[in-house]
């Protein structure tokens, strides 16, 4: 069984400061992990993904995340965050063949204060 | 661009009603997820479909819940005698040929209140 944990359920941040959200995963089998973001009312949208190769992996809006298998983490890290970034992020997992879908933390949600 | 689409947006209705929602893919993505997502919860896994064959159902699908894939194309995800514990929002996904299912691409989903 897959689980994901998001430490943090709100994160508030000041503009033009850096971010990092949190996320841990356990599974017994290898996973492939993602980070989504959710803007009010409306569906997800892939912010990147680690399937396999480097550990750094770089997505849209200027986010990144580092796959840490040791300590079973997958951060998302933005150096300057902007107000527009104001959302509600998810990390999810994936084991391979896919049969039970993405398995999704509870979110964090990101405030960005001006 | 045609991304996931999902008809429709909201849906309010009465307890005991039946309601239906229509997702419908990117084309020729033959894997497709349902997911429902409650307040301040992340999405949470109902059913999947490879083609018209549906593969997998999660226990949060109960019996009041089906859902179909036609052809392979578009899917219907009906709820029947609602409950105020259905109201929720309810995600479309679909998955490129070729893949393992990973990488999802989600529609605007339907949010369901029920009365």
């Known amino acids: 069984a897959q689980s994901v944990t998001q430490l943090d359920s709100q994160v508030p941040v000041f503009e033009e400061a850096p971010v990092e959200l949190r996320c841990n995963y356990s599974?017994?089998?290898?996973?492939?992990l993602f980070w989504y973001v959710q803007y009010p009312n409306q569906g997800l949208q892939l912010l990147l993904k680690?399937?396999?190769?480097?550990?750094l992996v770089k997505g849209i809006n200027g986010f990144e995340a580092e796959f840490n298998k040791s300590q079973t983490s997958f951060h998302l890290r933005k150096p300057s965050v902007h107000i527009s970034d104001t959302a509600e992020y998810f990390c999810?997992?994936?084991?391979?063949?896919?049969?039970?879908?993405?398995?999704f933390g509870k979110g964090t949600h990101l405030i960005i204060q001006p | 661009d045609t991304g996931v689409s999902q008809d429709p947006r909201h849906k309010i209705t009465k307890r005991g009603q039946n309601v239906t929602f229509r997702c419908d893919p990117i084309s020729e993505h033959n894997r497709l997820y349902w997911y429902r997502q409650t307040l301040g919860q992340g999405p949470e896994f109902l059913t999947y479909?490879?083609?018209?064959?549906?593969?997998?159902k999660s226990r949060l699908l109960s019996d009041r819940f089906s859902a179909e894939r036609p052809k392979g194309s578009f899917s219907t995800l009906e709820i029947q005698r609602t409950e105020q514990g259905d109201s929720a929002m309810y995600l479309c996904a679909s998955s490129p040929t070729g893949t393992g299912g990973e990488t999802q691409y989600f529609g605007p989903g339907t949010r369901l209140l029920v009365l």
């Open positions: 599974s017994s089998v290898s996973v492939y």
């Open positions: 999810a997992s994936f084991a391979g063949g896919g049969a039970d879908g993405l398995t």
């Open positions: 479909f490879q083609n018209e064959a549906q593969l997998e």
């Open positions: 680690y399937l396999s190769g480097s550990t």
